[in-house]
């Protein structure tokens, strides 16, 4: 996982950087202060400085795939798998805010098995949280690879706006670009960046698939990757 700080946006070009987070899976900034958030596969929340420093580390337990920054609340949002959760953190702390269930079916479906393959990725645009899952079939109804829309409710609660099963497989990371309105989605297995205009995404009917025509598509370098922060 690597970001680029706005603090010095090319000091690290072309390099490798490594930070000595075991198993990073998910990543994020805040872009005021430039501290760089972390998520690793054993529980842990590292905070990094612009120049990918050790701040902090926070060990919130469980299987940690994503995390977002909320610049207006300063909150962290961690994609947790396994109990499908998003948990509210407090980034300079790691005090553990709000546990948030993702609901498991959508309109009477089941879209997230208990027990199947789990959410890999987080990325929140405004008000609407995106996650997906790291499945290896994408042709199956119940554990298939599903990209889950999701809101907060006035009481705290997540509910699920839209779910669209996509036509890749082992989603493992995510994040907006916001100057062309995009989501990025990256497939670990086959080592593809991939990229849904919001307007095309929005086009799509409620529950209904998302083809690969409705994405752009890149190869990404190495292999096994696991998060991207813009």
Known sequence: ALARSPLSP???AGETIHVGVPEPS??????????IFVADDGGELWVLDSDFRRVDVFDLGG???GVAYLQRKDHLLVAAEGDEQLLLVDPDTGELLAELDIPRTFRGETILAAGGQGIE???VVGSRIFVANQAFDDSDPEDGSVLVELALTA???LR???????PMIDVAGSAYLSQTQELLLVSDAEDTLYSLRLTTLDAVA???PLTRQAFGAVDLPGTDQEGICL
């Open 155 to 157: 009481g705290g609660d």
């Open 26 to 35: 998910g990543i994020d900034q805040d872009r005021s202060s430039g501290r």
């Open 63 to 65: 299987d940690l795939e």
């Open 121 to 123: 990725t987080l990325t």
């Open 10 to 12: 090319l000091r690290h």
């Open 160 to 166: 699920v706006v839209d779910a669209h099963p996509l």
């Open 206 to 208: 409620t529950g209904a």
